[in-house]
């Protein structure tokens, strides 16, 4: 594991890292409890933490509380607080606030190797439920609850000069597919697409059916249009075997850029509508949002509802 290990004693990290780097562990020292919330903010690695109740300038106390805030959504920590001297209201308030276990100060060989072997089953354990709770089981790509929530942190810390794009995906006429060459192909396509969207490094997920997103941190709307292009061109050369020979499918790819002071369902919202027009305009092509001319001539296209409505017809025709 990596652990981050904070007490004042100098004397205590040294005779603690030597206990832990004997059963292999990463250990990261410190003093300052800042210090070490701000490593274990910005380093995932780290998975356990063992601190001391006496810490300045914010209490034992106070830094579970503030290192359990960061092991939120998809991220797994063990805290382990150590003290000399536990009364069973310190004990109470310490789990309280966000400790998973207590041990003495200084601690037992055998005892830090126990609860460590403890720690290691439960992040695995809760690392097993992130897994299932944020991935979709047939591309490994997020879900829609992943996505959403990655993409929310995302978006809150865009400025003008980290610009977000997203594209929206989704595979033509896949109800056909399904029907003449059976949901195993369909199920093929799906996997087949997401392995072509994943190679961008980006954080891509599959939102549902055959509908992909993809978001673009630090990129403009037209390079996400390029990046679109290249993606629907190499779905376009795909070649899916099944029992009647290969086939080939395509998709129709809309595209959209996070404006000052939006959240992640606008921008989707307008990559959606966007999709919708390529979808109108022939299929197999890259859109960005339409102009207001084109949302006067389709307002059906631009309804929440009625856009919905449009979607359950068209998975009959797409």
Not at 113 to 130: D, H, K, P
């Given at each position: 594991m990596h652990i981050a290990l904070v007490d004042p004693s100098g004397t205590v990290r040294s005779a603690v890292t030597s206990l832990l780097q004997e059963r292999g562990h990463v250990v990261l020292g410190f003093r300052d409890p800042t210090e070490a919330l701000g490593r274990i903010k910005a380093d995932f690695k780290i998975s356990a933490v063992i601190t001391s109740t006496i810490l300045t300038p914010i209490s034992g106390v106070e830094?579970?509380?503030?290192?359990?805030?960061?092991?939120?959504?998809?991220?797994?920590?063990?805290?382990?607080?150590?003290?000399?001297?536990?009364?069973?209201?310190?004990?109470?308030?310490?789990?309280?606030?966000?400790?998973?276990?207590?041990?003495?100060?200084?601690?037992?060989?055998?005892?830090?190797?126990?609860?460590?072997?403890?720690?290691?089953?439960?992040?695995?354990?809760?690392?097993?439920?992130?897994?299932?709770?944020?991935?979709?089981?047939?591309?490994?790509?997020?879900?829609?609850?992943?996505?959403?929530?990655?993409?929310?942190?995302?978006?809150?810390?865009?400025?003008?000069?980290?610009?977000?794009?997203?594209i929206v995906l989704d595979i033509d006429h896949f109800k056909e597919i399904n029907d003449l060459y059976g949901h195993y192909i369909g199920d093929e396509s799906i996997r087949a697409i997401a392995g072509e969207a994943q190679r961008d490094q980006a954080i891509v997920a599959r939102l549902g059916g055959d509908e992909f997103c993809i978001l673009l941190e630090g990129v403009s709307l037209s390079t996400a249009w390029d990046a679109a292009e290249d993606l629907r061109h190499r779905i376009s050369e795909l070649q899916i075997n099944s029992s009647g020979g290969k086939i080939r499918v395509t998709c129709s790819l809309g595209v959209g850029e996070l404006h000052p002071g939006e959240t992640i369902d606008d921008l989707i919202r307008r990559a959606d509508v966007a999709l919708y027009r390529a979808k109108r305009e022939g299929r197999d092509c890259v859109s960005t949002p339409p102009p207001s001319d084109w949302v006067k001539a389709n307002p059906a296209q631009t309804s929440p509802i009625a856009r919905s409505q449009t979607r359950r017809r068209n998975t009959r025709a797409s």
């Open positions: 830094f579970c509380w503030e290192v359990r805030l960061l092991a939120q959504g998809q991220r797994a920590i063990y805290i382990l607080l150590m003290s000399s001297n536990f009364s069973e209201r310190a004990i109470a308030e310490a789990l309280d606030v966000g400790a998973d276990d207590l041990i003495a100060k200084p601690p037992g060989k055998e005892e830090l190797y126990a609860r460590l072997r403890s720690a290691e089953r439960i992040v695995m354990f809760q690392r097993e439920l992130t897994t299932l709770a944020f991935t979709d089981p047939m591309t490994g790509l997020l879900n829609r609850r992943g996505f959403f929530e990655c993409a929310n942190e995302i978006c809150l810390r865009s400025t003008a000069l980290n610009r977000i794009s997203a």
